[in-house]
């Protein structure tokens, strides 16, 4: 009551009446609350104080511009103390351990009495000179018992509790933290911390209790505020270097027709936080024009990081090179372009532990000293530059390059880091799956507060934000579907349960356990070969494996325990002790168990059998859903399966949990299928409307169930709700609305078609009126022709072109063909193969350079030069790739000037006709869209596009597009053509020459 009339007189005092009428109203929801607000208004109060004092004694207040840095409590400790190796032998929480320690959470603090005080939120404030350092963060709960204050700190677990001496050290330093915040507010001289541990399956609590006083808790709190204090110095001063440089920074280049106008309209969208759709042909110059204007809104703080994210590495360098360019003019950004850990990993094998690799080991020792070295130093943290502090502070490079994004001020990566439920970065999206938004709001709420709790900085005390930049967005419709759906083979079940089996009876031989029936009490036992007989827990007769896999299993419980009673249960001394109550899902291990006597723990605590049981229930219900299914069937039920699955993932997740006491080579095959059986678990919380679940069998009898995900838009919108701003850009991008709607845009959404900047007559674009790629007309006449076309089109001038399949035997079909018939020997023809590697494909595209260097065409030269350029023609020859129409070639690279005169395109790009389609087409029919239109057409045409962007990259490109299909004579075809394809000449393979040579003259 003191505190609380010293309060009231205080603020009578300062004549600050509306304070004390907010007061007053607070006052009715309860007086706990009240009282929490009044200690935390007594707080600020204070440090407003304390903030005044340091001021004046600095001079005044006058020019001083005071801002905020926050970070949460759970940051600043996992950051500040972290220690140790990387090992991955040790399984990571599946995907919804955040759901699942909301619940145990929620569970635990209900069950308390009145004395426990939930959810309390805590702030500490240190002012600095320039800055305030703000700590936060939410203690799961306070009590008050007998005079003493404890804070509880709640954690769960998928471990065995039995075997824990001792809490994590993170854990409770973020305890103590609380604690001492707790302390600061009110005053508290000794404070007490409990460590509350709950197994996620059993529920199955431990605790662990500590007792501090405020000094001493005073004392740690402060050196690790100090240790943190040079990272928020640093911080601070960046920001304001870098705010500085964009103030005055100017566009690069002179604008070109419309370029300015792009600029303002992905400004306006940042602005307006909306998304924006951008349909970008070649040369308008698309990541200048949408990085500059979202850096200018950096400078305006209307965000803190901007994401600059691709499908294909190429643009990733383009993006990197782009901000060179910014440097060279001024600008002052830290970017980072984060590279996937096969291909940054020094080691031959990426294997991170620290037996395996030397930078695994001990690298949170080291890796702090190694990004604040790196951070002083450079501002653009390229793999090359990574790599060479990772080895020069001895830290594993992919750790280190995420670890450098916390402070980059762009971040250039693959889609897969934003909406991938299982690779995105939660350092910066917080721990919610991507579909939680959609079911609960007021969880995305939650999740969005953590979110910018876990900022390292924002801007003068408001809420840093994010800008997605998201280059060739047409690849993230297929990528979204991919990254939503998940496919389990029933063969898996079957290969792992063998794999399982051999296990146990390696393991057992060599333990030489074997007994005889009536020697072993509580144990079960089964032949795995005629001479050879093995113990597994909680059996009591001898089967075939086979036998086993084949029984009804009617006796044994939901948690893969026999019942008491049943015929597999050997009723003796040793089954009395076994509490199987306390065991529950996660819990076969007790201390009063009987174990075997196997090396390995999965033989010893009775893994491997569990496991081998729910593998075979979950077979068996594959079994009746491939006796139902004729080719591909839809199915509307699943849950007997994914019951089965969830029990059979519950034991593997405890193992796997576990360090083996001997290297096994079905544990890593058990971790890699831990993995997909987690992600279709995952992907199955998510199913909605937007979802189609099917099973098919394969042509070699193979078995699979899918959950297909057909459109993609819910989970992509929800992913792209954590920035301010979204633009997604393409050169192919029609039509629109299907890429709106597919890629969670929304009705206020905005949408810009940028003009081309070339000039039409610059390239020719021909349709063929008399050869098709149809399955119906194709014969060795249309083949014959189609070579022929190619040859027609290539004979006038000298120089590359590609040509575009529909497939690779189409290709070899069209190549054989050409080459039999048109084969010289100024011809030159390079395939496309099915599996080429990096270096192949840089041999491929280097052919079209070194072409380029020696052909002397002309294009762009001086009217003389041309004329000397065609006389000389006789010494050059013609260079054809034959690539594959959606390939590798088809988007992505660069061919400028004379590297690529020529695109031939087979075919309207229409993907094979197949089970899976069929499905889209026929989901898309019966939600009022044109299936056909939406699982073949517009995929189709994108990929023709996108095939024919290669041969103009440049204002001074000159080129020809060749459709060899008379189906884009079609109207269906001709109104999703861009609007530079307006203009077209309909051709025969008899005058195509003609009207290429016409074409030629008029630019040579």
């Known amino acids: 009551m003191k505190a609380e009339i010293n309060y009231f007189i205080r603020k009578m005092k300062e004549g600050d009446m509306r304070r004390m009428a907010e007061k007053e109203q607070k006052d009715c929801q309860g007086r706990g609350k009240r009282q929490e607000q009044e200690k935390i208004q007594e707080q600020e109060v204070q440090q407003e104080k304390m903030i005044q004092q340091k001021q004046n004694i600095q001079g005044g207040t006058d020019g001083m511009d005071y801002g905020e840095i926050h970070i949460s409590v759970r940051r600043l400790v996992e950051f500040i103390l972290r220690h140790g190796d990387i090992d991955n032998r040790y399984q990571a929480s599946p995907d919804n351990a955040m759901q699942e320690g909301g619940r145990i959470h929620r569970m635990i603090q209900r069950r308390m009495g009145a004395e426990y005080q939930a959810e309390v939120s805590l702030k500490y404030t240190m002012p600095g000179e320039q800055y305030l350092l703000i700590v936060e963060g939410r203690a799961d709960g306070v009590i008050h018992h007998n005079g003493r204050v404890i804070i509880d700190e709640i954690k769960g677990t998928y471990g065995d509790l039995a075997r824990m001496r001792e809490p994590k050290s993170l854990h409770l330093a973020q305890a103590k933290c609380y604690a001492y915040m707790y302390g600061v507010r009110e005053s508290i001289a000794e404070i007490g911390v409990r460590m509350t541990y709950c197994n996620m399956y059993s529920e199955e609590l431990r605790y662990f209790y500590e007792d501090y006083s405020f000094s001493e808790l005073e004392e740690w709190f402060q050196g690790l505020a100090a240790a943190y204090r040079k990272w928020a110095d640093y911080a601070w001063n960046w920001r304001k270097i870098r705010q500085e440089s964009i103030e005055g920074l100017a566009f690069p280049f002179p604008y070109r027709e419309g370029q300015k106008e792009l600029v303002a309209n992905v400004y306006r969208t940042i602005y307006h936080k909306k998304k924006l759709f951008l349909e970008a ?70 294997d991170c532990n620290p037996e395996n690799c030397p930078y695994a080991r001990g690298h949170y020792d080291r890796v702090n000293e190694a990004v604040f070295d790196i951070l002083t130093t450079q501002e653009s943290f390229c793999r090359e530059k990574i790599e060479a ?111 399982i089996e051999q296990t146990l009876m390696s393991d057992m031989e060599q333990e030489n356990t074997y007994r005889k029936k009536q020697d072993v009490s509580g144990q079960y036992m089964f032949r795995l070969e005629e001479k050879k007989t093995v113990e597994l827990t909680y059996m009591s007769e001898k089967i075939q494996v086979s036998d086993f896999f084949e029984q009804s299993g009617d006796d044994i419980r939901e948690d893969g325990m026999p019942e008491q009673g049943s015929h597999l249960w050997n009723v003796g001394e040793e089954t009395e002790n076994i509490n199987i109550k306390e065991t529950g899902m996660g819990g076969i291990r007790k201390s009063n168990a009987k174990y075997h006597r196997g090396k390995s723990v999965l033989v010893k605590q009775g893994y491997g059998e569990k496991m081998l049981y729910h593998l075979r229930k979950c077979n068996q219900e594959l079994l009746l859903l491939k006796r139902e299914c004729s080719q591909y069937r839809i199915i509307e039920n699943l849950e007997a399966f994914m019951q089965n699955l969830l029990r059979f993932q519950t034991v593997l997740d405890d193992y796997l949990s576990e360090a083996e006491e001997v290297e096994l080579s079905v544990r890593e095959l058990l971790l890699n299928f831990y993995f997909e059986v987690n992600h279709f678990l995952s992907i199955y919380d998510l199913l909605d409307d937007n979802y189609v679940m099917y099973t098919q069998i394969c042509q070699d009898g193979s078995f699979f169930v899918k959950l297909l995900c057909v459109n993609p838009g819910e989970n992509l919108k929800n992913c792209m709700m954590r920035a301010r701003s979204t633009i997604l850009f393409s050169a192919t991008f029609l039509p629109i609305q299907y890429y709106k709607k597919l890629l969670g845009g929304d009705k206020e959404d905005y949408e810009v078609y940028a003009k081309s900047v070339f000039h039409p007559a610059k390239r020719a674009l021909l349709i063929a009126s008399d050869v098709t790629s149809k399955y119906t007309r194709r014969s060795q006449s249309e083949y014959y022709n189609i070579a022929r076309y190619i040859e027609e089109i290539v004979r006038n001038r000298h120089g590359n072109y590609m040509v575009f399949c529909p497939s690779y035997a189409f290709l070899r079909i069209i190549y054989d063909l050409y080459a039999e018939h048109f084969g010289h020997e100024d011809r030159e023809c390079i395939l496309q193969n099915e599996s080429m590697s990096e270096a192949d494909r840089e041999e491929f595209l280097e052919k079209f350079q070194a072409n380029c260097k020696d052909s002397g065409n002309g294009i762009g030269q001086t009217k003389a030069a041309k004329e000397s350029g065609l006389k000389n023609m006789g010494e050059d020859k013609v260079l054809i790739g034959f690539c594959v129409l959606g390939g590798i070639f088809s988007e992505g690279i660069d061919l400028k000037n004379d590297s690529l005169i020529g ?33 073949y057409r517009y995929p189709g045409m994108n990929k023709v596009l996108q095939a024919a962007g290669r041969v103009i990259r440049t204002v001074e490109d000159v080129g020809i597009i060749a459709l060899l299909d008379e189906r884009f004579l079609q109207y269906s075809y001709r109104r999703l053509f861009p609007l530079e394809w307006q203009q077209f000449d309909a051709v025969t393979v008899n005058n195509v020459a003609k009207r290429v040579e016409r074409f030629w003259d008029e630019w040579l």
């Open 281 to 350: 042909p070649t040369g308008v110059g698309k990541t200048i024009s949408t990085i500059y204007p979202a850096i200018q809104a950096m400078g305006r703080d209307m965000g803190e990081k901007i994401f600059y994210l691709t499908a294909k590495t190429i643009t990733r360098t383009v993006a990197e090179d782009t901000l060179n360019l910014l440097r060279n003019k001024g600008l002052r950004v830290k970017s980072v372009i984060l590279t996937a850990k096969e291909k940054i990993c020094f080691m031959e094998d990426t």
């Open 389 to 499: 502090y990772a080895k020069k502070h001895q830290v594993c490079p992919f750790e280190m390059c995420l670890d450098m994004s916390l402070f980059a001020d762009v971040i250039i990566c693959d889609y897969n880091y934003l909406f991938d439920p299982h690779i995105y970065l939660k350092r910066f999206f917080g721990e919610s799956s991507a579909g939680e938004g959609k079911r609960e709001g007021s969880k995305r709420e939650e999740a969005k507060k953590d979110e910018i709790m876990n900022k390292i900085l924002v801007g003068k005390g408001a809420p840093g934000s994010y800008i997605f930049l998201i280059d060739e967005a047409h690849n993230l419709l297929e990528r979204g579907r991919e990254m939503y759906s998940a496919l389990l083979w029933k063969e898996q079940f079957v290969e792992l349960s063998e794999e």
């Open 903 to 935: 695109v031939i395109i087979i075919g309207t790009g229409l993907p094979q006709v197949c089970d899976e389609r069929e499905i889209l087409k026929a989901y898309f029919d019966a939600n009022g869209e044109d299936g056909f239109d939406y699982s």
